[in-house]
T-cell receptor, first 113, second 112 residues
Framework: GQQLNQSPQSMFIQEGEDVSMNCTSS?????WLWYKQDPGEGPVLLIA?????ELTSNGRLTAQFGITRKDSFLNISASIPSDVGIYFCAGQNRGGSQGNLIFGKGTKLSVKP | DADVTQTPRNRITKTGKRIMLECSQTKGHDRMYWYRQDPGLGLRLIYY???????NKGEISDGYSVSRQAQAKFSLSLESAIPNQTALYFC???????????FGEGSRLTVL
């Protein structure tokens, strides 16, 4: 089945630094999504991307849907301690399993004050 | 109150025991899902249901069963729990094929 390669697996950064993570796939997706999981909670949607080349921002977060439709990245600018958590990318194809999401393995972000 | 509620939040059990994890939602969504999260493996789909009479196997359904008792309720059962089923389990709901996926707060299961 389809798989997503998400990197890096973990990051340890200083407060105030910018963060970048990405997902790649061997196959095309029609939708890319980015979720964040706070410690002890379920994942919550951050950004959804629906069109190749689309660049979308949500506060300090920016995500892009790759032109080839096989990749996406998420940037976080000026990180703060509450950015700590696990970030998941997810891809969706409308034709596959009736729209079920395929998740990456996550990027665990730690922020040092 | 949470829109997607999972019970229990934590459970410790022994090998061979039958376990049921329950999920209920107040969002009125038609689709419900059960995922399993293991460190470094991300979220893997166990079962999903598009309505009360529809049950589908996901990526890792072996050793699990589900029941969609009503549109708002979707339970996951482990008929005979084994240690490698120790994990964090999430229920999620969605409206249609393009709606946002909403997750519950998770149920941590430990099988000794």
């Amino acid at each position: 089945g389809q798989q997503l390669n998400q990197s890096p697996q973990s990051m340890f950064i200083q407060e105030g630094e910018d963060v970048s993570m990405n997902c790649t796939s061997s196959s095309i997706f029609n939708t890319w999504l980015w979720y964040k999981q706070d410690p002890g909670e379920g994942p919550v949607l951050l950004i959804a991307l629906y069109k190749a080349g689309e660049l979308t921002s949500n506060g300090r977060l920016t995500a892009q849907f790759g032109i080839t439709r096989k990749d996406s990245f998420l940037n976080i600018s000026a990180s703060i301690p509450s950015d700590v958590g696990i970030y998941f990318c997810a891809g969706q194809n409308r034709g596959g399993s009736q729209g079920n999401l395929i998740f990456g393995k996550g990027t665990k972000l730690s922020v040092k004050p | 109150d949470a829109d997607v509620t999972q019970t229990p939040r934590n459970r410790i059990t022994k090998t061979g025991k039958r376990i049921m994890l329950e999920c209920s939602q107040t969002k009125g969504h038609d689709r419900m899902y059960w995922y399993r999260q293991d460190p470094g493996l991300g979220l893997r789909l166990i079962y999903y249901s598009f309505d009360v009479k529809d049950i589908n196997k996901g990526e890792i359904s072996d050793g699990y069963s589900v029941s969609r008792q009503a549109q708002a309720k979707f339970s996951l059962s482990l008929e005979s729990a084994i240690p490698n089923q120790t994990a964090l389990y999430f229920c999620a709901t969605r409206q249609g094929s393009s709606g946002e996926l909403f997750f519950g707060e998770g149920s941590r299961l430990t099988v000794l």
